[in-house]
């Protein structure tokens, strides 16, 4: 099973005084980087069976991009806004096959600490707009190794390239 993480895109300044982390929505940068993006997966061939996003506007946003992009749509889940972890993916793709693909769309510092986890450790930033993949080896315990990490920039010189 080959699992995607994708960091939401720029968002609103968080230390506005009617700073409400719930309602931050992405910026005009935040909207045109995950376009990009959104291309670049079509052409990399992402064919995922679901695409699970975190509740809060900005990836909210982010995934409702990405999944127009790929034809498809979002379903919202709790367990992938904060506190997301390895427990919460094992739920998500229990019923999935090992063929499968899942993009989960969310926030830092839980991405890159549920990839560490997959992983059996290390340090892992996930830029914001950055993706990475996963792939699963085993399910019991839930273990991956990471393929690919991928940063915005390099979503937009695969979008025009």
């Known amino acids: 099973m080959k699992l995607y993480f994708f960091r939401h895109g720029n968002a609103e300044d968080a230390q506005a ?3 409400d982390d ?4 992405l910026t005009d940068k935040g909207v045109e980087r995950t376009q990009a993006a959104g291309s670049a997966l079509v052409r990399l061939g992402l064919k ?3 695409i699970y996003s975190s509740p809060r506007v900005r990836a909210r946003q982010t995934a409702d991009l990405l999944a127009k992009a790929l034809g498809m749509t979002v379903t919202v889940r709790e ?5 997301f972890n390895i427990q919460n993916i094992a739920a998500l793709i229990s019923d999935l096959g090992n063929e499968d693909e899942v993009l989960f769309v969310g926030h830092e510092p839980d991405l890159s600490i549920a990839i560490s986890a997959l992983i059996g450790g290390g340090e892992i930033l996930m830029k914001k707009g950055g993706m990475a993949r996963v792939d699963l080896f085993a399910r019991t315990p839930l273990r991956g190794a990471l393929v690919w990490m991928l940063g915005p920039r390099v979503f937009d010189d695969l979008a025009n390239g």
């Open 22 to 25: 719930f309602t931050r929505r």
């Open 48 to 50: 995922p069976a679901r």
């Open 17 to 19: 005084p009617e700073f």
């Open 79 to 83: 367990e992938v806004g904060f506190g």
